[in-house]
């Protein structure tokens, strides 16, 4: 039996593989590119062996899910990443003026290229500019962008300059990707992490157990995830399966995994950020603490109506005549608080707002209807509205443990704020 295997690397593209032993045939490229497979081996029965039907439609769906997975990912975000940490005065006048950031990751815009000096000129997101000297003549183009991994940065008086190391590599984005779009300063760009949306489903059998909380009956991690896809993305199994006797006691939230064993940012720390936002935009931090309180507790306050716009509408507001398709969404502020801010009279702001896609907030809960489920909204029972408004409330207590991803950005205006991404919240 053959098998056909697939693999996306970080640079967007799609690596197919036929095998059989060591019979390998692969097949490369971003979307609309060739099916020519290139033999690894010099079997004769794979030069210009032809698809099935099956293998490029498989292909096709796989290509198009990279082109969309990378346009609203940041790399930062799916694979390591070593941030560039700003030097302090203070580092500046340790080290004399020519401080060195070792091993560092980038993502940077070609400006000059100077083939006759073997040397390329470039510019961060936050207009940074950044010089490369080379030993040979440099191959990349003006506008291109690209990934640098694990290389030294060198900050004297005339500027930074990059230094390679053994284990350097480069990769050139494609100008489809979030991190290529986003030095086009027109571009409105967030990312929004591509997820498993939740099927339309019948609702399952919901009770409270004695501590008031929901229990669905996923005993496994396939009734789990044939329920709710989005776990999959979720270090889950501790804290849902079973009944909830997972070992994480007091826990309220679960975050995506790549962030399960990622060092907290402490509140303080957050708002060192927020106060210096600029070389900070579009980061993604790990905070952990608990709620202090929430803006609002009632149903119809937190939750509010979207257009096919974007334009958005209050959750009782008449939107009959609206045309297109209403989505509901969730809009509120979590204030959190950590042991670093314990002893001052100081919390942070957490804004939530899912108007990106449907993050799946509150769907372990079982009470709330689907986002676009507009018959389901309008038909919700007074019984459903005050659980949720109880449960919700509930979340105010110091003995809950919150555990969230939020990004910094910084709007039109210059104001900076934490966004909430890649969170749930447990039953």
Same mark, same amino acid.
């Given at each position: 039996?053959?098998?056909?295997?697939?693999?996306?690397?970080?640079?967007?593209?799609?690596?197919?593989?036929?095998?059989?032993?060591?019979?390998?045939?692969?097949?490369?490229?971003?979307?609309?590119?060739?099916?020519?497979?290139?033999?690894?081996?010099?079997?004769?029965?794979?030069?210009?062996?032809?698809?099935?039907?099956?293998?490029? %439609?498989?292909?096709? *769906? $796989? @290509?198009?899910?990279?082109? =969309?997975?990378?346009?609203?990912?940041?790399? !930062? &975000? #799916? %694979?390591?990443?070593? *941030? $560039? @940490?700003?030097?302090?005065? =203070?580092?500046?006048?340790?080290?004399?003026? !020519? &401080? #060195?950031?070792?091993?560092?990751? $980038?993502?940077?815009?070609?400006?000059?290229?100077?083939?006759?000096?073997?040397?390329?000129?470039?510019?961060?997101?936050?207009?940074?500019?950044?010089?490369?000297?080379?030993?040979?003549?440099?191959?990349?183009?003006?506008?291109?962008?690209?990934?640098?991994?694990?290389?030294?940065?060198?900050?004297?008086?005339?500027?930074?300059?990059?230094?390679?190391?053994?284990?350097?590599?480069?990769?050139?984005?494609?100008?489809?990707?979030?991190?290529?779009?986003?030095?086009?300063?027109?571009?409105?760009?967030?990312?929004?992490?591509?997820?498993?949306?939740?099927?339309?489903?019948?609702?399952?059998?919901?009770?409270?157990?004695?501590?008031?909380?929901?229990?669905?009956?996923?005993?496994?991690?396939?009734?789990?995830?044939?329920?709710?896809?989005?776990?999959?993305?979720?270090?889950?199994?501790?804290?849902?399966?079973?009944?909830?006797?997972?070992?994480?006691?007091?826990?309220?939230?679960?975050?995506?995994?790549?962030?399960?064993?990622?060092?907290?940012?402490?509140?303080?720390?957050?708002?060192?950020?927020?106060?210096?936002?600029?070389?900070?935009?579009?980061?993604?931090?790990?905070?952990?603490?608990?709620?202090?309180?929430?803006?609002?507790?009632?149903?119809?306050?937190?939750?509010?109506?979207?257009?096919?716009?974007?334009?958005?509408?209050?959750?009782?507001?008449?939107?009959?005549?609206?045309?297109?398709?209403?989505?509901?969404?969730?809009?509120?502020?979590?204030?959190?608080?950590?042991?670093?801010?314990?002893?001052?009279?100081?919390?942070?702001?957490?804004?939530?707002?899912?108007?990106?896609?449907?993050?799946?907030?509150?769907?372990?809960?079982?009470?709330?209807?689907?986002?676009?489920?507009?018959?389901?909204?309008?038909?919700?029972?007074?019984?459903?509205?005050?659980?949720?408004?109880?449960?919700?409330?509930?979340?105010?207590?110091?003995?809950?443990?919150?555990?969230?991803?939020?990004?910094?950005?910084?709007?039109?205006?210059?104001?900076?704020?934490?966004?909430?991404?890649?969170?749930?919240?447990?039953?």
């Amino acid at each position: 039996m053959r098998r056909f295997n697939f693999v996306v690397t970080p640079k967007g593209e799609l690596v197919g593989y036929l095998n059989k032993y060591s019979n390998w045939l692969v097949y490369q490229g971003k979307k609309g590119a060739s099916f020519k497979p290139t033999s690894f081996k010099d079997i004769e029965k794979n030069f210009d062996r032809e698809l099935t039907t099956g293998e490029r %439609t498989k292909i096709d *769906e $796989l @290509r198009d899910w990279s082109k =969309e997975y990378f346009s609203q990912n940041s790399i !930062k &975000y #799916v %694979t390591w990443w070593s *941030e $560039l @940490r700003e030097p302090t005065a =203070e580092d500046l006048a340790a080290s004399k003026n !020519k &401080y #060195v950031a070792n091993e560092v990751d $980038l993502l940077l815009k070609t400006e000059k290229v100077l083939k006759d000096k073997k040397a390329v000129e470039f510019v961060d997101h936050l207009n940074q500019k950044y010089a490369l000297f080379l030993q040979a003549p440099p191959v990349l183009v003006k506008e291109d962008v690209i990934k640098l991994r694990c290389v030294n940065v060198i900050f004297t008086p005339e500027g930074r300059i990059i230094q390679l190391t053994k284990n350097s590599s480069c990769l050139i984005i494609p100008d489809t990707f979030f991190d290529a779009r986003l030095f086009n300063k027109n571009a409105k760009v967030s990312p929004s992490p591509s997820q498993a949306g939740t099927p339309n489903r019948r609702m399952p059998s919901v009770k409270k157990d004695s501590a008031g909380r929901y229990t669905t009956p996923m005993s496994t991690k396939r009734a789990a995830t044939a329920l709710y896809p989005f776990l999959e993305s979720f270090d889950y199994e501790d804290n849902v399966l079973g009944g909830h006797k997972g070992k994480h006691a007091g826990e309220v939230t679960l975050v995506k995994k790549p962030y399960v064993h990622k060092m907290p940012t402490t509140v303080k720390q957050l708002f060192e950020h927020l106060e210096n936002p600029q070389p900070y935009e579009h980061a993604r931090f790990v905070v952990s603490g608990y709620v202090l309180g929430i803006s609002d507790y009632k149903l119809n306050k937190v939750v509010k109506k979207m257009d096919e716009n974007g334009k958005i509408y209050e959750m009782d507001e008449d939107t009959s005549r609206v045309r297109g398709k209403i989505q509901h969404i969730h809009h509120f502020i979590i204030f959190l608080k950590d042991a670093s801010v314990e002893n001052v009279d100081r919390f942070l702001n957490v804004y939530v707002l899912t108007n990106e896609n449907d993050q799946n907030l509150f769907d372990l809960w079982n009470i709330l209807p689907r986002s676009g489920d507009s018959e389901g909204w309008e038909n919700l029972e007074n019984s459903k509205v005050h659980d949720f408004e109880s449960k919700f409330k509930g979340l105010k207590n110091a003995d809950n443990k919150v555990k969230m991803v939020v990004e910094l950005l910084i709007t039109n205006t210059g104001k900076p704020f934490l966004k909430l991404y890649d969170t749930i919240f447990l039953p």
